[in-house]
């Protein structure tokens, strides 16, 4: 029987992580020093390095900024022919890291783009960072993880991707977040409210669920400057065209943004998905 220790086994992925692969016949083992592990389907261990002498493969459900340190830890540690799996938000910073392993381990960069609620695997994304040979790793990966989507991409352009994909939506969130959390009259809202500020609240409110520390990793990362900076200067241009009431402005900033969106999206399905979203949240 494979054996997978997972660093990180408490916190939401990790968790994740533990039931998918006992659910794939892993024996899987778990270590975490901040979070209590819990459940049937996995062996505690007391220590980190104990935790991994024997594994086949580690998963790290680590804090990005603990990432390269624990890499350095416990690298020189693992069996040889292991695979180090690494699944942080932001590669930038874990990339040199985990070339610089004793080339007895495997590494594997991978970024899961699903949440700790997901129940399957099947068509969900899963984007992989090549480090030492890309093909071996795809091909191990894709074994891991069988039925989800795959795609390929070194750590820069995958950082910048990441900016918009996390980081401008969990930046705009977090502050719609903050503003209606200080709404003293919330079930009037409610009340008032029609299907974008539910789905929107929904949205924020989920985003919330995560914790502090991977919010704070997902909009610090620095490819996230050049448009959040776009994202401030266009409600700026809009405020200020509303303040002077220049309609003919806002009028050609939204003309311009639907053209742009209906050269690659039919905005028409977006809003009947919108609905059908809806429908969802009210049952």
């Known amino acids: 029987m494979k054996q997978i220790t997972i660093i990180g086994a408490g916190g939401q992925m990790g968790q994740w992580f533990v039931k998918y692969f006992s659910g794939q016949g892993f024996q899987v083992t778990g270590y975490d020093s901040e979070n209590k592990i819990s459940g049937k389907d996995v062996i505690i261990s007391e220590s980190l390095v104990g935790g991994i002498l024997k594994a086949d493969y580690v998963v790290l459900c680590t804090p990005t900024r603990r990432t390269p340190e624990i890499i350095r830890l416990i690298a020189k540690e693992m069996k040889r022919g ?19 392993m004793p080339t007895k381990i495997n590494p594997l960069c991978i970024h899961p783009m699903f949440g700790p609620g997901t129940k399957s695997i099947k068509g969900q994304n899963v984007i992989s960072i090549p480090i030492k040979d890309a093909k071996k790793e795809l091909t191990v990966t894709k074994e891991l993880f069988a039925g989800a989507n795959f795609v390929t991409i070194d750590a820069i352009e995958h950082d910048k991707k990441i900016a918009v994909i996390l980081g401008l939506t969990h930046l705009m969130n977090v502050v719609f977040a903050n503003i209606i959390s200080k709404d003293e009259k919330m ?6 409210s029609g299907t974008t500020f539910r789905i929107q609240k929904t949205l924020s409110e989920s985003i919330m669920t995560e914790s502090p520390e991977l919010i704070e990793t997902i909009i610090t990362n620095p490819e996230i400057r050049r448009v959040a900076e776009e994202f401030w200067k266009d409600i700026g241009k809009l405020l200020t065209a509303i303040q002077e009431s220049k309609t003919e402005e806002i009028l050609d900033y939204v003309n311009e943004c639907q053209e742009r969106l209906s050269k690659h999206t039919d905005t028409n399905d977006s809003y009947k998905k919108l609905t059908k979203m809806a429908k969802a949240i009210e049952k």
Do not use: G, H
């Open 82 to 100: 292991t695979y180090l799996i690494e699944i942080s938000s932001e590669k930038s910073k874990v990339v040199s890291s985990l070339s610089k």
């Open 187 to 192: 079930n009037l809202t409610e009340k008032m």
